[in-house]
Nanobody, 124 residues
């Protein structure tokens, strides 16, 4: 059974940093694309960043470029999201997702597997 388990969320002051982790298990993710999405209260789920498992090519939502960095460790079967210069508007539940394709796209419906989410709260 495929499992994605996020960790690393928490409460941080504006300007601070957090690193989220997504541990994947249950199958090999070679040939898959991984992504981070987030959902704030009352808002739709939005794409944050994605990465191709094989080649590690990153993709970012325009508003995240320069502050967020996505990476993966094949040996540990883990995807990371380093978040710097956090703002109160970054407050949301962050989800890890995977799709059976080598292409990263920003539509949440295209992803086949999801983690349970981890809360990130940025105080002003």
């Amino acid at each position: 059974q495929v499992q994605l388990v996020e960790s690393g969320g928490g409460l941080v002051q504006a300007g601070g940093s957090l690193r989220l982790s997504c541990a994947v298990s249950g199958r090999t993710f070679s040939g898959f694309a991984m992504a981070w999405f987030r959902q704030a209260p009352g808002k739709e789920r939005e794409f944050v960043a994605g990465i191709t498992w094989n080649r590690g090519i990153p993709y970012y939502a325009d508003s995240m470029k320069g502050r967020f960095t996505i990476s993966r460790d094949n040996a540990k079967n883990t995807v990371y999201l380093q978040m710097n210069s956090l703002k109160p508007e970054d407050t949301a539940v962050y989800y890890c997702a995977s799709r059976r394709s080598t292409s990263v796209i920003s539509y949440s419906d295209a992803y086949d597997y999801w983690g349970q989410g981890t809360q990130v709260t940025v105080s002003s």
